[in-house]
């Protein structure tokens, strides 16, 4: 009879993955019909399905395969696909930033969580705990790999599906942004710490107001950025002056 693998800390891994499997719930649910969205964009845009599932392997860029499709089809250029591209991701530099000490002891997997990294996979991984001697590595993966592989399947089923059905997708590109909603929600009341919400909401609103839609998301994750280190510097020089 075949064992479970079971760690140095007495935890099967089996717990890992189902721990991660029912965090990961609600990204599988946003993402099934916003992957089917983009397999039903490439489709259309003339692609055979395995466009789909390569480009959802090999790139899982989200909003940036959208973009892609949009580029595509404009017949654009390889630098002006590249530049947009980076434009619209750079976001992720921000991320990476934030989760460099969590990453600092995953081993192997780390630069596949680094590739896997994003908007949704971000959120679960910086407001879930890993389960009591559980191993980090792995919780981590899982989450990353399912959150992949669930949007691989969902533009893989979008690109066939859209090969035998007519379908209006009107609205369908906003799924991502809903999903996100949702998640920043739930970590919102589920979280003890409610300083960083209130900080990027209200970066948020002053870039919007300040500046034009296409550019507040930017200068919105810089502002909130500087906001949350002045705010970490400030409590650590009170911490200094409370024990000096």
Known sequence: MTQNRV????IDDKDVFTGA????VPVFL??????????????????????????????????GQFLAVALLAAGAGLTEFVIATLLLNLRHAFYGLSLLEKFSDVGK?????????????YALLTTTEVPKGGSKSRFYFYIAALDHLYWITG?????????????NLEGMAFVLTALFVVLTIEQYFSSRVRFPFIAAVGAGTLSLILFSPENMLLISIILGTLILMSREKLTQKNISINNG
């Not at 395995?50 to 909003?63: D, E, P, Q, T």
């Not at 533009?155 to 379908?167: E, H, P, R």
């Open 30 to 63: 946003g993402y099934i019909p916003l992957g089917m969205a983009f397999g039903f964009l490439l489709d259309g845009a003339g692609y055979h399905w395995i466009y789909a599932f390569l480009m959802s392997l090999l790139v899982y860029a989200g909003s």
């Open 155 to 167: 533009s893989v089923l979008g690109a066939l599906l859209g090969s035998l059905l007519d379908l």
């Open 7 to 10: 760690n140095r800390h007495g």
């Open 109 to 121: 997997v780390k630069p596949y969580l680094i590739f896997a990294l994003t908007d949704e996979t």
């Open 21 to 24: 499997l029912k965090t990961t």
